[in-house]
């Protein structure tokens, strides 16, 4: 976790999320964190400890889903020397560091069931075991955990513990999409870009040109403030005059006319990400509906362009049940968040 990181927009749902997470600091309760990759989650929980009575306390960070299952248990609880094969000497677990400050359990969803019925222990009663022994620790620690999930949705599907979820949902701060963050682009990205001109040594900040402002207001930054950053850091990096304003953008490094090519075997063993909306969407009744009556088969002549046609039908009837959610498209097709924004960029709707 960055320290020093600072909070930069200015939009009201971004704002309203930091003031929530703000008054729920000084309460010695769990909360939760929840939002998309790159939303600054991390932040959050930074700035739920500093604000805390706990500020100078230890802030212990734990990755749920960097470490296999059968070590999740002994990173957060601690073994005895000779609990498990390689463990030659006993070690302390995360709980035991933050004894006295906060936990912050990045990644909570992918915790095994095991797993999740020790934190739930160590929650509600203020004491874990280590591996291999059968004495309990009092620890005083702060729960601050985060996910990109629906935890609700998973309690459902039985994989996450209700009565987990109900001690750790004292608060839940959810944080904004930066596509929702009315004006907080263009903030972010002369911050950013202010940032890395400085890095360079550049004399002053030319700010960016109207192509490349247009460009990044118009993306909808599924990376979110992560993404953005690189977008800016790399854009000004690459720019070669410092006088003029920065004015070309690339979002996917990647994009090269020499980038290599799917191997034949795979391409004919995959569809594309497009020809999967079909099947996905025929299974949904409403969607089916809307497109079943709009092919007159004795009319075909180019299979390739009748496919295509119907295709993009699904793609708008889809769009339009959901009022035009991408995100919820993507879902009840079937499909990613990138494979529905391919699927909109070769039928043109994306405007």
């Not at 390689?86 to 709980?95: D, E, K, L, P, V």
């Not at 001690?167 to 990205?189: H, K, Q, Y």
């Not at 079943?292 to 009319?299: L, P």
Request: hydrophobic residues 40%; aromatic residues 6%.
């Amino acid at each position: 976790m960055q320290r020093g990181s600072q909070f930069i927009g200015e939009s009201g749902a971004f704002l309203d999320a930091v003031e929530r997470a703000s008054r729920a600091a000084m309460l010695n309760r769990p909360v939760l964190v929840i939002g998309e990759r790159g939303t600054g989650k991390e932040l959050i929980a930074e700035r739920l400890h500093r604000l805390s009575s706990r500020w100078d306390g230890p802030l212990i960070t734990l990755n749920c889903a960097a470490l296999p299952e059968t070590l999740i248990e002994a990173e957060l609880f601690g073994h005895e020397a000779g609990a498990f094969t390689g463990a030659t000497r006993a070690r302390q677990g995360r709980f035991e560091e933050a004894d006295g400050g906060t936990l912050f359990l990045d990644e909570l969803a992918t915790l095994s069931s095991a797993a999740q019925e020790r934190l739930l222990r160590a929650v509600e009663y203020g004491e874990i075991t280590r591996i291999g022994s059968s004495r309990a620790i009092k620890v005083d620690v702060r729960i601050v955990a985060a996910t990109n999930e629906h935890l609700p949705e998973l309690v459902d599907q039985g994989r996450f513990r209700a009565d987990l979820l109900d001690r750790l949902s004292f608060e839940v701060v959810t944080l904004p999409p930066l596509r929702v963050r009315e004006g907080d682009v263009m903030v972010l990205a002369d911050f950013f870009g202010r940032r890395m001109a400085a890095e360079l040594d550049w004399s002053d900040w030319p700010g960016f040109g109207a192509m490349a402002t247009d460009a990044m207001k118009r993306h909808s930054w599924p990376g979110n403030v992560r993404e953005l950053r690189n977008v800016v850091e790399r854009a000004v990096y690459r720019w070669d005059d410092p006088e003029r304003p920065v004015d070309h953008i690339v979002f996917d490094p990647f994009e090269s006319p020499w980038k290599p090519q799917p191997s034949k075997r795979k391409a004919s063993a995959g569809a594309s990400p497009c020809d999967e909306v079909i099947d996905a969407a025929l299974e949904d009744s409403q969607v089916r509906a809307a497109v079943g009556q709009t092919v007159n088969f004795d009319d075909v002549d180019d299979l390739r362009s009748a496919v295509d046609a119907h295709e993009k039908r699904i793609l708008q009837a889809a769009l339009a049940r959901h009022r035009y959610n991408q995100r919820q498209t993507a879902k009840a097709l079937g499909l990613s968040y990138d494979q529905l924004r391919h699927c909109l960029k070769k039928h043109d709707l994306l405007g």
